[in-house]
């Protein structure tokens, strides 16, 4: 098992780490397939949890969702009629308009559902679903499109003039991708004493502890990169180390109500998509924040 998750890391990593650096359109595209990808295992796991989403819509609705965050996280390269629209609907903003609508449709076809206590779980459940993916998923994108004040996600930042979105993008990997081997590896060879059972059994103290001191190492490379102050990986890699295990939890809670191990099996030794990126979908929007109120960076 571990010598297949290193071979497959081996392979996608450098080309995810491409992707970073090279910034849009490839970035984007990248979000939109994996989405659509977590999206057909979401349905698949709510499924088996007895929520009975309405597939299509649920995978329609939230891509729907996804390429709203995508577009308005885009925003300043769009024209023509896209700008017009984003105009219109400012506010209450594309995603939110995007969002209420898929609700709306959803609690349509739980009207449908012949016990209204199965309709109601349907409807929340799948608006949960769809919320999920399609909220978070974005924000990976929107934390490439930081920049410090008065300036743009292209301007040099750091002592190898490294893009600043790219370099912000880069540090989200390294905090994520370090607190998941930390974690993984500590938990491995030391781990004893058991985090949280009842949601996962994998999950130690010890493997936390790693987890967030590598974390932390990743955050301060990245911390480098960008040019910013030495004490702030000493805040980035355990908030956002702990918002990636959080999102780790909160997958894995899902599994555990759908029986089953995994989310899909599209990635050798790493499971599907959804394993993949369930750490990301926390710590992308926690990196945002704290890139916007702390750091003094703007999107």
């Known amino acids: 098992m571990l010598r297949t998750r290193l071979l497959t890391a081996a392979v996608l990593a450098p080309i995810i780490l491409a992707i970073v650096l090279l910034g849009e359109p490839w970035l984007s595209l990248l979000i939109g397939v994996a989405a659509f990808l977590a999206f057909v295992e979401l349905v698949g796991l709510l499924d088996a949890a007895g929520y009975q989403p309405p597939q299509v819509l649920t995978i329609v609705g ?34 939110a308009a995007t969002f209420v609508g898929v609700v709306l449709l959803i609690s349509l076809v739980a009207f449908t559902r012949g016990d209204p206590a199965t309709g109601f779980v349907t409807w929340a459940m799948t608006s949960f679903g769809v919320a999920y993916v399609g909220l978070l998923l974005p924000t990976i994108v929107l934390v490439t499109h930081l920049g ?9 930042v750091g002592p190898f003039g490294l893009a600043s979105g790219a370099a912000w993008g880069l540090m989200l990997i390294l905090v994520v991708w370090g607190y998941d081997t930390g974690a993984y590896l500590t938990g491995r060879w030391l781990g ?108």
């Open 62 to 95: 939230g891509m729907a969702l996804v390429g709203a965050g995508l577009v308005s996280t885009n925003e300043a390269s769009m024209g023509g009629v896209v700008a017009h629209l984003l105009s219109a609907l400012d506010p209450p903003g594309l995603v």
């Open 192 to 299: 004893r004493r058991r985090m949280l059972d009842h949601i996962s059994p994998s999950k130690t103290m010890e493997g936390l502890a790693g987890g967030l001191i590598v974390a932390t190492l990743g955050a301060g490379i990245g911390a480098f990169v960008l040019g910013l102050d030495p004490w702030h990986p000493l805040l980035i890699g355990p908030v956002v180390g702990l918002a990636a295990q959080a999102g780790d939890l909160a997958e894995s809670m899902l599994k555990r109500a759908a029986g089953r191990k995994e989310s899909g099996f599209l990635v050798p030794g790493h499971g599907g998509i959804l394993d993949r990126v369930d750490s990301f979908l926390f710590a992308a929007p926690v990196l945002a924040g704290y890139a916007l109120l702390v750091a003094g960076r703007v999107a």
């Open 148 to 156: 410090p004040p008065g300036t743009t996600s292209t301007s040099p």
